[in-house]
C-alpha cells in the first residue's frame, strides 16, 4: 500500500468521517457545554491524567458509532456489487483489506491525537509543572480502541453484507457498554455493574472524580491485550472468504479476552490507584501541596504562614501547626478526616478557588476555626449555615468591625435569613468578654472538628443543641 494509493482512499472514501466525529464532537462537547469537566483539579485541562481521562470518558459517546462507521464502510464492496470482481483479481486478500483498515486507522488516530493536542497545550498553559508519563498509556489504549472497534465493524459488515448490520452493530455496543460494562462510582473510586474483570473490557472510563486516581498498569496491558484480539478478528473477517476461515476469525478475540480476563483486577481498589507522585507532599515551611499543584505553593504559603500566625493568636497552644492539602479519598457526602493541629486545604472547593491575596489568608483561618467536614465543592455542595459561620469566626479573629462574608451573600429568601441568624450571633458575640468569646469560638472549633451535627449558631450564642 503505497502513499498515492492511500491518499486517494482518504479523499474519496468515508474514512476520514470518523476523525472528523472525533474530534469534533469531542470538541463541541467539552468546549461549547459548561460541565463538570471544566471545574476543580479534576478539569480537563488541570491534569495531564485528567486530560486523558477525560478524552477516554467521551469514548462512551464515540466508541458505538466508530463501530457502526466501519461497518457502514465496510458494506462499499457488496454495495458497489464488486465482490466478485475483486476475489478475481491477482492481488492478495490481505492487501486489499489493508487499505481501507489502513486509511480508516490513519484518519481516527489523527482526529484523537489533535484532541489530546488541545487538551495538553491548554494543561500547559495553565500553570501546572508536573509531567506525568502515566497519562500516555490512558490515551494510547483509547486510540487503540477506536481504531480495532472501527476495523471490527469492518470486518463483521464484510461478513455479514446486510442494511442493517451497521445500526445493530451500534444499538449493540451501546447495549454493551450502557447496559453491562456502564462504569459508576462506588466509594472513593469508579466501580461497575458488572463483575470489574468483565467491566474493564470496556474502554471507556468514568468521569474522573479525584485527581491523584489514575488507572493501574494492569489495566493497560489487559486491555491492550483484548483491543489487540479485537482489532485481529475484525481484519481476519476483512480477509475470510470462506465459512470456515470466518469462524476461525473468531479465534484472535476469544484468545484476547481471555488473556486480559487473567490479567485484569478482580477488585475496584486494584483498578484505580493513587498516583504516588502526583501525592507526594511538597513543602515551604509549614504549608505543603501535592506535587501535582506545586504551582499554587508560591501563592499558598505567605498566606498560610500569616492564617497559622492569626490562628495562634486566637487559640493560643491549641492552634493547628501546618497548612497541608487535603489528599484523603473518600466517597461522595463522606466527611473528610480532620485534624485540630492540620488546616485542611482542597483546592476543589468553590470558596477556595476563587480566593486570593487577603481573601485567601481570611479562607485559611476561617477553615482553621471552623473546619468544613464536607467542603464546598460543586460535586457535593456546602451548606450556606457553614460559609455564615466560618464568614463570623474570621471575621472575630482578625477583628474586624462587623461581619464580612467569605462569599457575596444572595437575595433570596434562604439566604437572607441565614444571613440574618449570622447578623444575630455576630452582634450577641460582641457583647461577651474576651474569655468568654474565645470560649465560644473554642467550642465552635471542636463541634466543628467531631462533624458535630450541632448548629454552629447555636454554639456562638450558647443554646444548648
Same mark, same amino acid.
Given at each position: 500500500m503505497n502513499g498515492r494509493v492511500l491518499r486517494t482512499e482518504l479523499r474519496r472514501s468515508a474514512a476520514p468521517w470518523g476523525g472528523i466525529l472525533i474530534l469534533g464532537g469531542s470538541l463541541a462537547v467539552l468546549c461549547l457545554i459548561d460541565g463538570v469537566w471544566w471545574q476543580g483539579t479534576t478539569g480537563w485541562t488541570a491534569q495531564w491524567t485528567s486530560m486523558a481521562m477525560w478524552t477516554r470518558y467521551l469514548l462512551g459517546f464515540w466508541w458505538p458509532l466508530v463501530v457502526g462507521l466501519g461497518a457502514l464502510y465496510g458494506l462499499r464492496d457488496s454495495r458497489s456489487r464488486m465482490g466478485e470482481l475483486l476475489t478475481t483479481t491477482p492481488r492478495p486478500a490481505w492487501r486489499r483489506a489493508a487499505l481501507p483498515a489502513g486509511a480508516t486507522a490513519l484518519a481516527l488516530v489523527a482526529g484523537f491525537g489533535l484532541l489530546v493536542l488541545v487538551g495538553g497545550v491548554q494543561v500547559a498553559l495553565g500553570g501546572?509543572? #508536573?509531567?506525568?508519563?502515566? !497519562?500516555?498509556?490512558?490515551?494510547?489504549?483509547?486510540?487503540?480502541?477506536?481504531?480495532?472497534?472501527?476495523? %471490527?465493524?469492518?470486518? +463483521?459488515?464484510?461478513?455479514?453484507p446486510f442494511a442493517l448490520t451497521p445500526p445493530a452493530l451500534v444499538m449493540l455496543v451501546l447495549l454493551v457498554l450502557n447496559g453491562l460494562l456502564r462504569p459508576i462510582v462506588e466509594g472513593e473510586r469508579p466501580?461497575? *455493574?458488572?463483575?470489574? @474483570?468483565?467491566? *474493564?473490557?470496556?474502554?471507556?472510563?468514568?468521569?474522573?472524580? &479525584?485527581?491523584?486516581?489514575?488507572?493501574?498498569?494492569? +489495566?493497560? +496491558?489487559? *486491555?491492550?491485550? !483484548?483491543?489487540?484480539?479485537?482489532? /485481529?478478528?475484525? %481484519?481476519?473477517?476483512?480477509?475470510?472468504?470462506?465459512? @470456515?476461515?470466518r469462524l476461525l476469525a473468531v479465534v484472535p478475540v476469544l484468545v484476547?479476552?481471555?488473556?486480559?480476563l487473567l490479567v485484569l483486577p478482580a477488585h475496584a481498589r486494584d483498578t484505580y490507584v493513587v498516583d504516588r507522585a /502526583?501525592?507526594?507532599?511538597?513543602?515551604?515551611?509549614?504549608?505543603? +501541596?501535592? &506535587?501535582?499543584?506545586? #504551582?499554587?505553593?508560591? &501563592?499558598?504559603?505567605?498566606?498560610?504562614?500569616? /492564617?497559622?500566625?492569626?490562628?495562634?493568636? /486566637?487559640?493560643?497552644?491549641?492552634?493547628?501547626?501546618?497548612?497541608?492539602?487535603d489528599t484523603a479519598l473518600r466517597a461522595l457526602g463522606e466527611n473528610r478526616p480532620l485534624s485540630a493541629d492540620v488546616v485542611l486545604v482542597d483546592f476543589d472547593e468553590t470558596l477556595m478557588a476563587r480566593a486570593t491575596g487577603k481573601d485567601l489568608t481570611r479562607l485559611l483561618v476561617a477553615q482553621g476555626l471552623a473546619p468544613n467536614c464536607r467542603g464546598h465543592n460543586a460535586r457535593e455542595g456546602g451548606g450556606l449555615s457553614d460559609v455564615a459561620a466560618q464568614s463570623l469566626v474570621a471575621s472575630w479573629a482578625l477583628g474586624e468591625p462587623r461581619l464580612e462574608p467569605l462569599e457575596p451573600r444572595e437575595a433570596d429568601p434562604y439566604s437572607s435569613a441565614e444571613w440574618a @441568624?449570622?447578623?444575630?450571633? !455576630?452582634?450577641?458575640?460582641?457583647?461577651?468578654?474576651?474569655?468568654?468569646q474565645r470560649a465560644r469560638i473554642a467550642e465552635v472549633r471542636t463541634a466543628s472538628l467531631s462533624c458535630s451535627p450541632r448548629d454552629a449558631f447555636s454554639a456562638l450564642v450558647g443554646e444548648r443543641s
Open positions: 501546572t509543572t #508536573y509531567l506525568p508519563l502515566g !497519562w500516555l498509556p490512558i490515551s494510547l489504549v483509547a486510540a487503540l480502541a477506536l481504531v480495532a472497534g472501527a476495523v %471490527f465493524g469492518m470486518g +463483521v459488515a464484510r461478513a455479514l466501580a461497575s *455493574q458488572a463483575p470489574n @474483570r468483565l467491566a *474493564q473490557l470496556s474502554p471507556v472510563t468514568p468521569e474522573p472524580r &479525584e485527581m491523584l486516581l489514575t488507572l493501574s498498569g494492569s +489495566v493497560h +496491558v489487559g *486491555q491492550t491485550l !483484548w483491543l489487540l484480539g479485537l482489532l /485481529a478478528t475484525g %481484519f481476519a473477517l476483512l480477509v475470510a472468504a470462506t465459512r @470456515r476461515t484476547g479476552a481471555a488473556l486480559a /502526583a501525592a507526594t507532599l511538597v513543602c515551604d515551611g509549614p504549608v505543603c +501541596v501535592t &506535587e501535582a499543584n506545586r #504551582y499554587r505553593l508560591p &501563592e499558598l504559603a505567605p498566606h498560610g504562614k500569616e /492564617a497559622l500566625r492569626l490562628l495562634h493568636d /486566637a487559640l493560643g497552644d491549641k492552634a493547628p501547626g501546618s497548612v497541608r492539602e @441568624r449570622a447578623d444575630a450571633a !455576630w452582634e450577641k458575640l460582641a457583647t461577651l468578654s474576651p474569655a468568654e
